[in-house]
């Protein structure tokens, strides 16, 4: 089975991915040469900055799969949504309408800034009170401090805690990258994500995949890509991999 992707931004003029069509096409021909079959396209929902119609992130999910036929780019795609912690997600989870991946009850969460808020353990166990599955994206933002891996230990327990693929390649720098392989090596971490905007991130997102196989084996970079991210669109949270 291929590698699944939990988060991306590959449509095409709906928040800071592509602006272009071409651009989206690139991206999604460098991520079926990598390995992945199957891409959750989730565009932003920040307040004040990205908030695209949920009803347009899903034509623009079956209009992309249109052109992946035409073009022969073996690639399947969900409509998902990376969801800010803001207003605007506490008005839509006050209501039960928190976007999720498809038709599950699993949902993608950002923080715009760190810390992670003290009380975020408590806000988990009551969404997995209410049958949601949560993942946590790119925890390697929300500061770097040893600290910090006793609060994933914890955390991971309700939700899947995930880490960029180009983090470890280098995008964000080498300090960024160090504290990233950190953190995987603690065994805290359930998915590895690329987060795509656009081609231009593919070479350091096959570096991270490649550090993932030499350094913590193939089974491992396998249960991050494959096994895992499976796991949470069906609503299991897996275990965390390595340690
Ligand atoms: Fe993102």
Redesign the pocket.
């Given at each position: 089975m291929g590698y699944v992707d939990l988060?991306n931004?590959m449509l095409p003029g709906l928040d800071d991915g592509p602006s272009e069509i071409s651009q989206s096409l690139e991206l999604a021909s460098g991520l079926a040469r990598l390995g992945f079959e199957l891409v959750c396209c989730?565009s932003?929902q920040r307040y004040g900055l990205f908030t695209p119609d949920l009803d347009l992130v899903r034509s623009g999910v079956r209009s992309l799969k249109k052109t992946f036929e035409v073009q022969g780019i073996d690639l399947d795609l969900l409509p998902g949504a990376?969801n800010c912690y803001d207003e605007l997600f506490w008005r839509r989870a006050h209501v039960n309408e928190i976007p999720c991946y498809g038709e599950t009850k699993t949902f993608l969460v950002?923080f715009a800034s760190p810390p992670v808020p003290p009380d975020f353990g408590v806000k988990l166990f009551e969404w997995r009170k209410q049958g949601y599955t949560i993942v946590l994206?790119?925890i390697e933002r929300y500061g770097i401090d040893m600290k910090m891996l006793d609060r994933f230990r914890d955390l991971g327990q309700m939700a899947a805690l995930s880490v960029n693929l180009d983090t470890i390649g280098g995008t964000w720098g080498r300090t960024y990258a160090k504290w990233a392989k950190r953190i995987l090596s603690e065994g805290v971490v359930q998915v590895l994500t690329t987060?795509s905007h656009s081609a231009s991130t593919l070479a350091a997102t096959e570096r991270g995949m490649t550090w993932v196989d030499k350094s913590m084996g193939r089974s491992a970079l396998e249960s991050f890509l494959v096994r895992n991210p499976r796991e949470v669109l069906a609503g299991r949270l897996p275990d965390p991999v390595g340690g």
């Open positions: 988060h931004h989730t932003h990376e950002e994206a790119h987060d």
